[in-house]
C-alpha cells in the first residue's frame, strides 16, 4: 500500500530548514528517501531501518518512528541543489518498495 | 553512469502497438525491478526478477504486459496494443546486495498516441 507523504509542495528561501512527512498503516521494515530531479530518475539519499541503523546522505537527516510507521525528512539550512520532488519508499521486508505520491521543494535564491 | 542502461529512451508510438524495453545492468545483479512512473506521482511496482525467475507481478500489470530475464543478465518488458494509458516513464532499478537500496535506470519514456 502507498505510504501518505506531506506537504505536497514547499517553497523555501535558500538558508531556511524544511520537514517532509511519510506514514504507512502497515507495519514496515525500512523506509527509504529518495530525490528527483525534472527529467532525471530517482536518486537515493538514505534508509533507515527497523530497530535504528540508518544509512544515507550525510547532509540530509531523517527519523523513523517505529511504533507509528511514520518517517520524517529534515532539510537543513537548505540550498538551491535541494530543489527537486523528494519521495518516500517503504518496505515490509518482501523486497518491493512502495513509493508516495511525492513533495516538490523549491529552494530559491 | 548509473549502473543499468536502458533503451529506448524514448519511444512514440500510436494505439494498439507493441513496444519493448530492454534493461541492461553494467554488472552482475540477481534482483532486477520494473517501475513505471506517471507525471506527479512517484515510481508503481510492476514486477521484479530473481536471475531468470519472476517473481511477482503487480496486479498494475495487465495481461498485456509481459517481462523476461532470460539469462539472469538483461530484461524485456513488453507492452502489446498499447492504451494511452500506457504513456508513462518505465524505470528498471537494481538493488544493492545487502540492503533494497536502488539504482534506477535513466527510464524509458513511452506516449502513445
Known amino acids: 500500500q502507498q505510504p501518505v507523504q506531506s506537504p505536497q509542495a514547499v517553497i523555501l528561501r535558500e538558508g531556511e530548514d524544511a520537514v517532509i512527512n511519510c506514514s504507512s498503516s502497515?507495519?514496515?521494515?525500512?523506509v527509504h528517501w529518495y530525490r528527483q530531479k525534472h527529467g532525471e530518475a530517482p536518486v537515493f539519499l538514505m534508509i533507515l531501518l527497523k530497530g535504528g541503523e540508518q544509512k544515507g546522505h550525510e547532509k540530509i537527516s531523517a527519523s523513523f518512528n517505529e511504533k507509528k510507521q511514520q518517517s520524517s525528512l529534515y532539510l537543513t539550512a537548505s540550498q538551491l541543489s535541494y530543489s527537486g520532488t523528494y519521495f518516500c519508499?517503504?518496505?515490509?521486508?518482501?523486497?518491493?518498495?512502495?513509493f508516495g505520491a511525492g513533495t516538490t521543494v523549491t529552494v530559491r535564491a | 553512469d548509473t549502473g543499468v542502461s536502458q533503451n529506448p529512451r524514448h519511444k512514440i508510438t500510436k494505439r494498439g502497438q507493441n513496444v519493448t524495453f530492454r534493461c541492461d545492468p553494467i554488472s552482475e545483479h540477481n534482483r532486477l525491478y520494473w517501475y513505471r512512473q506517471t507525471l506527479g506521482q512517484g515510481p508503481e511496482f510492476l514486477t521484479y526478477f530473481q536471475n531468470e525467475a519472476q517473481l511477482e507481478k503487480s496486479r498494475l500489470l495487465s495481461d498485456r504486459f509481459s517481462a523476461e530475464r532470460p539469462k539472469g543478465s538483461f530484461s524485456t518488458l513488453e507492452i502489446q496494443r498499447t492504451e494511452q494509458g500506457d504513456s508513462a516513464m518505465y524505470l528498471c532499478a537494481l538493488p544493492e546486495a545487502e540492503v533494497n537500496v536502488l539504482t534506477f535506470g535513466a527510464g524509458s519514456r513511452l506516449t502513445v498516441l
Open positions: 519508499g517503504t518496505e515490509m521486508r518482501d523486497y518491493k518498495l512502495s
Open positions: 502497515k507495519a514496515l521494515y525500512s
